[in-house]
Every structure is written in C-alpha cells, then in structure tokens.
Nanobody, 124 residues
Framework: VQLQASGGGLVQAGGSLRLSCAAS???????MGWFRQAPGKEREFVAA????????HYADSVKGRFTISGDNAKNTVYLQMNSLKPEDTAVYYC???????????????????WGQGTLVTVSS
C-alpha cells in the first residue's frame, strides 16, 4: 500500500483545513488513520477509520472538531479539521494497515504503511 497525503498549510486559529490521503495498492478492508507529531513530542493518534469505514475513532483532543471520512471507491480518506487551535500545529501523517484489530488502531507502531506527512501550522 502506498499513501499520498496532501492538504496541509498555514491557517489562523479558529480556521479549517482538510487533509487528504490517497491509497494505492492492496486496500481491501484497510484501516486508515491520521497521526500527528509536533516538534519535540511523540507521534500521537488523531483519528482512524476502521476497516474501510465500519467505524470511526478520535482522540479526545480533537473530538467534535475533526471528522474523518473516506471514499472507498477512490481509496481516499479525509480529515476535516475545524476550529483549529495553535496546539494542533504538527506534521500530520496518514497511515494504513490491512490487519489491525480495533484495540490497536491508536497505536502508531501497529501500522505498516505511512504517507510522507503534511505540515499544519495554526497561528494564534
């Protein structure tokens, strides 16, 4: 599976951005997730779309502000980010795996495939 992420940029606090992640290759029953990593911090879970959309999951810090969605026909997952805060500033990575169980979707070490990362900067 190859992943191509896009959509990052600079936005003011309170603004919105939409990230996209296009997958190619073997994507049947794929779980796709978004993680982020701020400078000097560990990579953290943001959101995931389990097994091609059977369920969605969010970190508490983004719940109610971010929405993960997908288009299975296009093998693409989106992360709509609203009400952005300066603390959302990070490099955002999409990840995918074809074998994850639900209890593992928040653990970045469990994903086999990664996109290149896209920078999101939220100014105050």
């Amino acid at each position: 599976v190859q992943l191509q992420a896009s959509g990052g940029g600079l936005v003011q606090a309170g603004g919105s951005l939409r990230l996209s992640c296009a997958a190619s290759g073997r994507t049947f029953s794929t779980t796709m997730g978004w993680f982020r990593q701020a400078p000097g911090k560990e990579r953290e879970f943001v959101a995931a779309r389990f097994r091609s959309g059977s369920s969605t999951h969010y970190a508490d810090s983004v719940k109610g502000r971010f929405t993960i969605s997908g288009d299975n026909a296009k093998n693409t997952v989106y992360l709509q980010m609203n009400s952005l805060k300066p603390e959302d500033t990070a490099v955002y990575y999409c990840a995918a795996d074809n074998r994850l169980i639900l209890s593992s979707i928040r653990d970045y070490t469990q994903y086999d495939y990664w996109g290149q990362g896209t920078l999101v900067t939220v100014s105050s």
